[in-house]
């Protein structure tokens, strides 16, 4: 599975930003696809997650009420809906796609996009 990522750019605080991610050479139908990120100097942190065979949903503390990650099954695609955005928001966002396991941990994910950058001015 190939994945791109795309969707980011500069946005002032309180704003929204819609990212994309797409899937190439195989469905996302048996997989968990996840959106992570990370700042500069910080370890790359879970965002949110969604299970494709059902739709389950999973968002981190940080972004519940904010994030919202929904999937597109014609385009094969995931999407990253980010409103209320915040300086401390700014990181490179991955997405990425697993065959199991738990969807916090990035070790669950044989798959990663090439990330795209958010930047969140005050």
């Known amino acids: 599975v190939q994945l791109q990522a795309s969707g980011g750019g500069l946005v002032q605080a309180g704003g929204s930003l819609r990212l994309s991610c797409a899937a190439s050479?195989?469905?996302?139908?048996?997989?968990?696809v996840g959106w992570f990120r990370q700042a500069p100097g910080k370890e790359r942190e879970f965002v949110a997650a969604?299970?494709?065979?059902?739709?389950?949903?999973f968002h981190a503390n940080s972004v519940v009420g904010r994030f919202t990650i929904s999937r597109d099954n014609a385009k094969n695609t995931v999407y990253l809906q980010m409103n209320s955005l915040k300086p401390e928001d700014t990181a490179v966002y991955y997405c990425?796609?697993?065959?199991?396991?738990?969807?916090?941990?990035?070790?669950?994910?044989?798959?990663w996009g090439q990330g795209t950058l958010v930047t969140v001015s005050s």
């Open positions: 990425a796609a697993a065959r199991g396991g738990n969807v916090y941990y990035t070790r669950s994910y044989d798959y």
């Open positions: 050479g195989r469905s996302f139908s048996s997989y968990r």
């Open positions: 969604i299970i494709w065979s059902g739709g389950s949903t």
